[in-house]
């Protein structure tokens, strides 16, 4: 199983909401990132999970909170959201840290009203 | 900060012709990756460079990383409209333990 599943597809809420995206993977990959992607841009990193542990916080804003329940589960809690972080979310997960592929996700388009 | 900026932005071919996005980084990279996400798809992986002025091939996509380990090419000889997508390298720097995506080449294929 190769494969990086992600729900919701689609989440629309409003700015007083709070909601979470969820990420699964099953091939014990040890570390797990989250992206965030506008529109003809490239993948912006947010957020690196080792092992289950919070390796790199690329400085986002507080109102997003990444969660690592287990090795193979990632989620992202959103609270008090900005129009401005309206984009696709991208989960993706790796073997290892370092100089490997990493599988990305379908991820969650995102829209915040 | 690390950069990886790619070029062109935009490129549109007529199928059958051949296509080159170049990729340079504003340091040293210990890898390359390429990457190539389909409309409304999401990144999917390529392949990866390691060795300076390493040269690897699949199918009709031809990777090359440099010698100073800087920039790296992709180019695909004979394009098919299933090669329509955005291709991304992405580098690793030997200080930093993340990936940073180029900006992108969107390709189009005309039939």
């Known amino acids: 199983d190769t494969e990086v599943t992600q729900t919701p597809k689609h989440l629309v809420m409003g700015m007083t909401n709070k909601k979470s995206l969820k990420c699964e993977q099953h091939m014990g990959h040890r570390a797990m990132y989250w992206y965030k992607q506008k529109a003809k841009k490239p993948p912006e990193l947010m957020f690196v999970y080792s092992y289950e542990k919070l390796s790199i916080n690329e400085s986002v804003p507080s109102r997003f909170s990444p969660e690592c329940p287990n090795s193979s589960l990632l989620n992202l809690h959103l609270h008090a959201l900005q129009p401005e972080d309206s984009a696709l979310y991208l989960c993706a997960s790796s073997q290892d840290l370092y100089r490997v592929e990493q599988y990305f996700g379908p991820g969650t388009r995102l829209t915040v009203t | 900060g690390q950069q990886v900026m790619q070029i062109p932005q935009y490129q549109h071919v007529q199928e059958g012709e051949d296509f080159t996005t170049y990729c340079n980084s504003s340091t040293t990279l210990s890898n390359i990756q390429w990457y190539k996400q389909r409309p409304g798809g999401h990144p999917v992986f390529l392949i990866q460079l390691v060795k300076s002025g390493e040269v690897k091939k699949q199918k009709r996509l031809t990777f090359q990383f440099g010698e100073a380990k800087k920039n790296s090419s992709l180019h695909i000889t004979a394009t098919q409209t299933t090669d329509v997508g955005t291709y991304f390298c992405?580098?690793?720097?030997?200080?930093?333990?993340?990936?940073?995506f180029g900006t992108g080449t969107r390709l189009q294929v005309f039939p």
């Open positions: 992405a580098g690793e720097s030997y200080n930093t333990d993340k990936l940073i």
